[in-house]
């Protein structure tokens, strides 16, 4: 389980680590350490990872991954609503209900591939979305969403203790994880570590490399032996179980679930902070969903006033138009932002943040050697 | 080894393509052991019976047996489950992949079949299938290129690296299309060498090949096919002395 690999892995997992331990002290001086933030973080980085491991490393777009996170949330608050508001029985549910779903859509969407392959995830996807509005609110409570109430049943706790005045908190074993405080946090913290150890594993193994070669040339893959389904349907099913995990664990910090963790736009997102922060790369699709999500909160919370505020300086004239051109790009308008960010990320840079910092780095690296390193082929890091 | 066995027969098999008669009534057997080289003019169906035993085109009629197996109908990765493995005309390679993971991606499915979630280990713990993997580089001479992308070899190169992909995997059929064409006359001879250093261990080949100084080279049997059928059967010496083929090859009134 924890031979085999390189040093190099193993310093990436300790600097990951301890980066997304300290996220409370590191991200303080831009804003962004309060825990409602940084747990959204490390939530959508466990969805982007586990969609890099299908998207990264198989090359099969799924446009419809959401599925899976809404799937997550509703498994995990009805394991609240009847069993017990302890965590660890609700991410387990969510965890057996998305593999099963997983199972499913992918067992139907891996007949086809590239784009045939993203528009029957889409289809499934909105299927599912449509369905908790229409048919299955008995399941999903439409429009309302999901919630806890006094009246539920909670078979374990109540064997336990008799239930309080008010709507209880989830909990693991004692620690309020819902609460908005830190024990949130931590626990989003920690399950993204452990998430990203297994990717770091997925993409070192024989099992990872089996994947890159599908996406290489999947008909050589055929003709050398390997029946491609079945490894195919296991990164599907992994990388939903991811999104399950996700989604299990927005309902562990705040219980309750809405269909509109489903639509087209929230499968859009993961698609957008994988390529954004680098496909097929280890840490870039956290680094995506860390910055997508911490600029929709600085953009999405700036108005009019602010930048009246930023810009006061300027004579009115100038202020004006300056001012109501640059509040379409904030506020509501912060997906335009987002847009323009993205377009200019694939057309630039379609290595996204990873292939960024990979410049970067290697110019300066020429620098300090002077200028006359050649570019070398550096060899794969093999023990 | 016995030279006796049949390995592979192709019995009966016809295929049309619309109007076209690709392949008519071709019978072919190939003894275990033996190069077998498959010659005939430009379209003349050898590509399209190497697809036909290797499942990736069904015959109209007749059937494909493979050591007592019929494999006609087949899925590709069962057939080279069983032994039968296809270096293909234009290189079929993974791009993206290093020379060396290219050539350790068949000797996992050697190892592990055609499917297994090996999610646990890691690739560099390997260290058996590496250390194959690189012998066969160096067998193929590209041992120094080993942490290549493959996508940046030559025309050439790709085809040798293909044709390690295919040997790491011992076949007990190895299928060569046209295993030379692009090679510099220096890299075609290395590549003679290897193929007769491999007949040596006692390994079935079947060749398709223009070039007649490779077929001479290596060949024990010559099936010439012309028209999608095959008008001579023999030991090279036979086959060079038949009217026909030099019909056929000189373009003379066709049958």
Same mark, same amino acid.
């Given at each position: 389980?924890?031979?085999?690999?390189?040093?190099?892995?193993?310093?990436?997992?300790?600097?990951?680590?301890?980066?997304?331990?300290?996220?409370?002290?590191?991200?303080?001086?831009?804003?962004?350490?309060?825990?409602?933030?940084?747990?959204?973080?490390?939530?959508?980085?466990?969805?982007?990872?586990?969609?890099?491991?299908?998207?990264?490393?198989?090359?099969?777009?799924?446009?419809?991954?959401?599925?899976?996170?809404?799937?997550?949330?509703?498994?995990?608050?009805?394991?609240?609503?009847?069993?017990?508001? &302890?965590?660890? =029985?609700? #991410? $387990?549910? *969510?965890? +057996?209900?998305?593999?099963?779903? /997983?199972?499913?859509? !992918?067992?139907?969407?891996?007949?086809?591939?590239?784009?045939?392959?993203?528009?029957?995830?889409?289809?499934?996807?909105?299927?599912?979305?449509?369905?908790?509005?229409?048919?299955?609110?008995?399941?999903?409570?439409?429009?309302?969403?999901?919630?806890?109430?006094?009246?539920?049943?909670?078979?374990?706790?109540?064997?336990?203790?008799?239930?309080?005045?008010?709507?209880?908190?989830?909990?693991?074993?004692?620690?309020?994880?819902?609460?908005?405080?830190?024990?949130?946090?931590?626990?989003?913290?920690?399950?993204?570590?452990?998430?990203?150890?297994?990717?770091?594993?997925?993409?070192?193994?024989?099992?990872?490399?089996?994947?890159?070669?599908?996406?290489?040339?999947?008909?050589?893959?055929?003709?050398?032996?390997? &029946?491609?389904? =079945?490894? #195919? $349907?296991? *990164?599907? +099913?992994?990388?939903?179980?991811? /999104?399950?995990?996700? !989604?299990?664990?927005?309902?562990?910090?705040?219980?309750?679930?809405?269909?509109?963790?489903?639509?087209?736009?929230?499968?859009?997102?993961?698609?957008?902070?994988?390529?954004?922060?680098?496909?097929?790369?280890?840490?870039?699709?956290?680094?995506?969903?860390?910055?997508?999500?911490?600029?929709?909160?600085?953009?999405?919370?700036?108005?009019?006033?602010?930048?009246?505020?930023?810009?006061?300086?300027?004579?009115?004239?100038?202020?004006?138009?300056?001012?109501?051109?640059?509040?379409?790009?904030?506020?509501?308008?912060?997906?335009?932002?987002?847009?323009?960010?993205?377009?200019?990320?694939?057309?630039?840079?379609?290595?996204?943040?990873?292939?960024?910092?990979?410049?970067?780095?290697?110019?300066?690296?020429?620098?300090?050697?002077?200028?006359?390193?050649?570019?070398?082929?550096?060899?794969?890091?093999?023990? | 080894?016995?030279?006796?066995?049949?390995?592979?027969?192709?019995?009966?098999?016809?295929?049309?393509?619309?109007?076209?008669?690709?392949?008519?009534?071709?019978?072919?057997?190939?003894?275990?052991?033996?190069?077998?080289?498959?010659?005939?003019?430009?379209?003349?169906?050898?590509?399209?019976?190497?697809?036909?035993?290797?499942?990736?085109?069904?015959?109209?009629?007749?059937?494909?047996?493979?050591?007592?197996?019929?494999?006609?109908?087949?899925?590709?990765?069962?057939?080279?489950?069983?032994?039968?493995?296809?270096?293909?005309?234009?290189?079929?390679?993974?791009?993206?992949?290093?020379?060396?993971?290219?050539?350790?991606?068949?000797?996992?499915?050697?190892?592990?079949?055609?499917?297994?979630?090996?999610?646990?280990?890691?690739?560099?713990?390997?260290?058996?299938?590496?250390?194959?993997?690189?012998?066969?580089?160096?067998?193929?001479?590209?041992?120094?290129?080993?942490?290549?992308?493959?996508?940046?070899?030559?025309?050439?190169?790709?085809?040798?690296?293909?044709?390690?992909?295919?040997?790491?995997?011992?076949?007990?059929?190895?299928?060569?299309?046209?295993?030379?064409?692009?090679?510099?006359?220096?890299?075609?001879?290395?590549?003679?060498?290897?193929?007769?250093?491999?007949?040596?261990?006692?390994?079935?080949?079947?060749?398709?090949?223009?070039?007649?100084?490779?077929?001479?080279?290596?060949?024990?049997?010559?099936?010439?096919?012309?028209?999608?059928?095959?008008?001579?059967?023999?030991?090279?010496?036979?086959?060079?002395?038949?009217?026909?083929?030099?019909?056929?090859?000189?373009?003379?009134?066709?049958?």
């Amino acid at each position: 389980m924890f031979k085999g690999l390189s040093r190099n892995d193993w310093l990436l997992l300790a600097g990951f680590s301890a980066f997304v331990l300290l996220m409370p002290i590191i991200l303080q001086p831009i804003g962004a350490a309060y825990p409602a933030l940084m747990q959204k973080i490390c939530i959508f980085g466990i969805f982007a990872i586990g969609f890099n491991i299908l998207f990264g490393l198989t090359g099969y777009l799924s446009f419809g991954h959401a599925a899976f996170l809404g799937v997550g949330s509703y498994a995990a608050v009805w394991s609240f609503k009847l069993f017990t508001m &302890n965590i660890i =029985p609700a #991410l $387990l549910m *969510a965890l +057996v209900f998305t593999t099963i779903f /997983a199972v499913a859509i !992918g067992y139907i969407s891996l007949r086809r591939s590239g784009i045939y392959f993203s528009i029957l995830t889409l289809a499934f996807a909105q299927m599912c979305y449509n369905l908790a509005y229409s048919v299955l609110t008995p399941l999903t409570n439409g429009e309302t969403g999901l919630q806890l109430t006094l009246k539920d049943p909670r078979w374990i706790d109540a064997m336990f203790h008799e239930p309080g005045a008010g709507l209880p908190r989830a909990t693991l074993f004692g620690i309020d994880t819902s609460g908005g405080g830190l024990g949130g946090f931590y626990l989003c913290a920690i399950a993204l570590i452990v998430c990203f150890f297994f990717s770091v594993r997925i993409f070192r193994s024989p099992f990872g490399m089996m994947l890159r070669a599908i996406k290489s040339n999947q008909t050589r893959m055929r003709y050398t032996g390997f &029946n491609t389904r =079945p490894y #195919l $349907l296991a *990164a599907f +099913v992994i990388s939903g179980a991811y /999104a399950g995990l996700a !989604g299990g664990l927005m309902a562990a910090t705040d219980p309750l679930a809405g269909a509109e963790r489903m639509q087209w736009t929230a499968s859009g997102e993961v698609v957008l902070m994988t390529i954004l922060g680098g496909v097929g790369t280890l840490v870039g699709p956290v680094i995506g969903a860390g910055v997508i999500k911490y600029f929709e909160n600085i953009f999405s919370s700036f108005g009019d006033n602010t930048l009246h505020g930023v810009f006061g300086f300027l004579p009115d004239i100038i202020e004006q138009p300056l001012v109501s051109f640059l509040s379409l790009f904030v506020g509501e308008g912060w997906n335009l932002t987002l847009g323009v960010v993205f377009m200019l990320i694939v057309i630039f840079l379609p290595g996204g943040i990873m292939e960024g910092l990979r410049r970067i780095w290697s110019r300066l690296n020429r620098r300090h050697d002077g200028g006359e390193k050649i570019a070398v082929a550096q060899p794969q890091p093999a023990e | 080894m016995s030279m006796s066995n049949v390995v592979l027969h192709v019995a009966d098999v016809h295929k049309s393509f619309g109007g076209l008669k690709a392949l008519s009534d071709v019978d072919l057997q190939v003894m275990e052991g033996t190069t077998h080289a498959i010659i005939g003019p430009n379209g003349a169906g050898k590509s399209t019976l190497l697809n036909v035993c290797i499942g990736r085109i069904p015959p109209d009629t007749g059937a494909v047996v493979f050591d007592g197996e019929v494999i006609t109908g087949k899925q590709p990765h069962e057939i080279n489950q069983m032994g039968v493995v296809r270096v293909f005309q234009t290189p079929e390679i993974f791009p993206d992949l290093t020379l060396l993971q290219n050539v350790m991606v068949p000797a996992f499915a050697k190892r592990d079949g055609a499917f297994r979630l090996n999610a646990i280990q890691t690739v560099s713990n390997q260290h058996d299938i590496r250390d194959e993997a690189e012998h066969w580089l160096e067998d193929v001479g590209l041992k120094d290129q080993k942490d290549m992308t493959a996508a940046s070899l030559s025309r050439g190169d790709k085809r040798r690296l293909e044709l390690a992909m295919g040997l790491i995997q011992r076949p007990r059929l190895l299928l060569l299309d046209e295993p030379t064409a692009g090679m510099s006359r220096h890299d075609t001879n290395s590549t003679i060498d290897l193929l007769r250093k491999i007949k040596a261990r006692g390994m079935t080949k079947i060749i398709i090949e223009h070039d007649m100084h490779v077929v001479f080279s290596l060949a024990d049997r010559i099936s010439v096919l012309a028209q999608g059928q095959i008008i001579a059967d023999g030991t090279p010496d036979e086959v060079k002395g038949n009217p026909k083929v030099q019909e056929a090859y000189l373009g003379g009134p066709r049958q």
